[in-house]
């Protein structure tokens, strides 16, 4: 894989992870907005990203257990991006087995998430994927123009 092929793939799944959690936060009673930029250099090799991204939350989500399913919904949004009909147990044994890490936010948000929250988390985002897709994509294009793809 080339430094463009992963420089895209980079930014497509930081933009569909962020726009997962907006769109839970938004669908659940909240407000925010996403912010992307270059990620500063990773002192370790595994940690490597080049972009990094927040959802900046201005309003609080209103529903019962909603921040399990925004701090979910970032793992979530990539998963369904490769694996439209991804399992909940599986992505929970990825999870709880250091196979996906969370970030410390994310991981603070979903604190005591159980296999329902993850089903509920998927079904919100399944529901709702256009405008996951919108959102993603229009940070995407916001990001500095990258070449073709080949």
């Given at each position: 894989?080339?430094?463009?092929?992963?420089?895209?793939?980079?930014?497509?799944?930081?933009?569909?992870?962020?726009?997962?959690?907006?769109?839970?936060?938004?669908?659940?009673?909240?407000?925010?907005?996403?912010?992307?930029?270059?990620?500063?250099?990773?002192?370790?090799?595994?940690?490597?990203?080049?972009?990094?991204?927040?959802?900046?939350?201005?309003?609080?989500?209103?529903?019962?257990?909603?921040?399990?399913?925004?701090?979910?919904?970032?793992?979530?949004?990539?998963?369904?991006?490769?694996?439209?009909?991804?399992?909940?147990w599986e992505l929970v044994e990825f999870i709880e087995n250091g196979g996906i890490a969370m970030s410390e936010t994310d991981a603070a948000m979903a604190q005591g998430f159980t296999v329902e929250d993850v089903e509920e988390?998927?079904?919100?985002?399944?529901?709702?994927?256009?405008?996951?897709?919108?959102?993603?994509?229009?940070?995407?294009?916001?990001?500095?123009?990258?070449?073709?793809?080949?």
């Amino acid at each position: 894989m080339n430094l463009d092929k992963i420089r895209r793939r980079d930014l497509q799944l930081i933009a569909y992870h962020e726009a997962g959690h907006l769109i839970a936060l938004t669908r659940l009673g909240g407000y925010g907005h996403i912010r992307i930029e270059d990620a500063p250099e990773a002192s370790d090799v595994r940690e490597l990203r080049l972009y990094c991204g927040r959802v900046y939350i201005l309003a609080q989500p209103t529903a019962e257990r909603a921040h399990i399913l925004v701090g979910l919904a970032g793992l979530v949004a990539e998963e369904l991006l490769d694996e439209p009909l991804a399992d909940a147990w599986e992505l929970v044994e990825f999870i709880e087995n250091g196979g996906i890490a969370m970030s410390e936010t994310d991981a603070a948000m979903a604190q005591g998430f159980t296999v329902e929250d993850v089903e509920e988390t998927m079904r919100l985002l399944s529901d709702h994927w256009p405008e996951v897709q919108q959102a993603a994509e229009w940070e995407i294009s916001k990001m500095a123009p990258l070449s073709p793809q080949k």
